[in-house]
């Protein structure tokens, strides 16, 4: 009986130590133990110290938007939402004593309590927040796509998304704001997305067929009527392959190629040792509209830059264009400030790129030769002739000019205001100059004063005034056998 006796006295005694220091806690003025805020620890602060510490993390740290196990700080004032510091700290320091009484205090010393910031809370900035930067948070659905596993394609599969609430998360903060930022963190509202395409076994079976060849990407020169061809194998390519979503297919998905290989590739494999270069993101665009209609060859134009030309003795401008086929207006007008009239040995001359003649997408499977030594023209087909006409060109004084040019237009019945002619079926091809409205091309016997034909009995020596002449007949059928975009050859011999 004496030994219990003494365990009572014991408990009762520690009891006692227990009770006193919890009411020495209660009457120190700090934050109880276990007591925070907006994520901030406050325990065994004063007030003025708890609201230092929130002010401070407020500012710093930001309000945490948090998805799952995703989660950002943003600058509070971005958001629209103010920490009442003061308020907020009041009110820790309150908990325990005149708020939540002794269970209250009991429960923040033995598990933790967090206590309802006041806030200072502008929804319509939040709205605004969140509808600005919901590109930002949506995690878009995943559509099935193709991968590609050891040079064949295999299917991807779809994911589920999520995508901001926002009209939802601003109602949580309107109906407890402080309640949802106690811990520091908002809580986004996301709603699932379901991803448009869910089986891409036709897209696969497509990508394998498709990777069992090269994609070749060919090259052509309009100037030099060349062609270049860069070719990339299917282990290569096959890395450039993914899926685009197109909701006009009738697997909602479409192969593309991701930009970065074909560029790449391009760049390393598409070199000229002189002027000529391809755009490279033209290239690109033309593979992937390849590729949309199931093939693997895509056609690009070889483009030219300027170039440089040393002058010689005894050369005029006149003769320089002659030689390097350009019209010495076009090489004037990028040369200012060069007296023409006066060039001198070794004298360095820009060369505009001859591409400025060459406008309109180019035909690669027609070209119209035109030989004023011979007075003749060829007009070809896939390689083939199919026109072997005499013509006339320009008088000596008024010569057609040498170089590669371009179908341009096509007028029934042209009227040439300087000269008084009608000219029939006319093609321009090339202007004289640039800026000029002038275009010399190919035309029948013109008329004057009311249909008096001209120059019916001149075909195979030169007459006009720069165009090339053709019979009635001739002009006609060459006129609706040559789009524009024809490309056009005259040479000198």
């Known amino acids: 009986m004496a030994g219990t006796a003494v365990t009572f006295v014991a408990i009762g005694l520690c009891l006692l130590a227990v009770v006193g220091g919890f009411g020495l806690l209660l009457g120190s003025g700090q934050v109880l133990p276990g007591v925070s805020s907006v994520g901030v620890d406050l325990g065994g602060m004063d007030e003025a110290e708890a609201a230092r510490a929130l002010a401070s993390a407020w500012e710093s740290r930001g309000v945490l938007l948090r998805d799952g196990d995703r989660s950002w700080q943003v600058p509070p004032a971005e958001l629209g939402i103010g920490l009442d510091a003061g308020a907020t700290a009041a009110a820790a320091q309150s908990w325990g004593r005149s708020d939540g009484g002794i269970s209250g205090a009991l429960q923040s010393l033995a598990g933790g309590v967090e206590i309802e910031p006041v806030l200072d809370l502008d929804l319509s900035r939040v709205m605004a927040y969140f509808e600005e930067n919901r590109s930002h948070i949506d995690i878009p659905a995943t559509n099935a796509g193709v991968r590609l596993v050891n040079g064949q394609a295999v299917a991807a599969p779809a994911a589920e998304g999520r995508e901001l609430n926002v009209a939802a998360t601003v109602e949580r903060m309107r109906v407890d704001g402080a309640g949802e930022l106690a811990d520091g963190a908002l809580d986004l509202v996301m709603s699932p997305v379901q991803p448009a395409v869910t089986d891409a076994s036709p897209l696969v079976a497509q990508a394998n067929a498709l990777l069992s060849s090269p994609f070749d990407v060919r090259g052509y020169d309009p100037i030099r009527d060349e062609w270049h061809t860069w070719s990339a194998p299917p282990e290569m390519w096959a890395a450039w392959l993914a899926a685009a979503p197109d909701p006009a297919s009738g697997t909602g998905l479409l192969l593309s190629l991701a930009a970065d290989g074909p560029s790449g590739f391009l760049e390393s494999a598409a070199h000229f040792a002189d002027e000529r270069y391809i755009e490279i993101d033209e290239a690109v665009t033309a593979m992937q509209e390849a590729l949309a209609q199931n093939a693997t060859e895509a056609t690009v134009r070889v483009w030219h830059r300027e170039t440089t030309y040393s002058v010689r003795p005894g050369q005029t401008l006149a003769a320089i264009a002659e030689e390097v086929g350009i019209p010495y207006p076009y090489i004037q007008a990028v040369n200012p400030g060069v007296n023409v009239d006066a060039l ?150």
């Open 344 to 493: 001198s040995v070794g004298q360095t001359l820009t060369l505009p790129s001859k591409d400025v003649l060459v406008p309109l997408p180019p035909v690669p499977h027609k070209r119209i030769v035109i030989s004023r030594g011979q007075q003749h023209l060829w007009a070809y087909e896939n390689g083939q002739v199919v026109f072997d006409w005499v013509i006339s060109t320009g008088l000596p004084s008024s010569p057609t000019a040498l170089g590669v040019f371009q179908v341009q237009s096509h007028e029934e019945n042209a009227y040439a205001q300087q000269w008084n002619l009608y000219m029939p079926h006319f093609m321009g091809f090339y202007h004289p100059g640039p800026n000029m409205d002038l275009m010399n091309g190919f035309h029948g016997f013109p008329t004057r004063g009311g249909g008096y034909l001209l120059w019916t009995g001149d075909l195979g020596r030169p007459v006009t005034y720069g165009c090339v002449l053709l019979s009635l007949e001739n002009a006609e059928t060459l006129f609706n056998w040559a789009e524009e975009g024809v490309v056009v050859e005259v040479r000198g011999q």
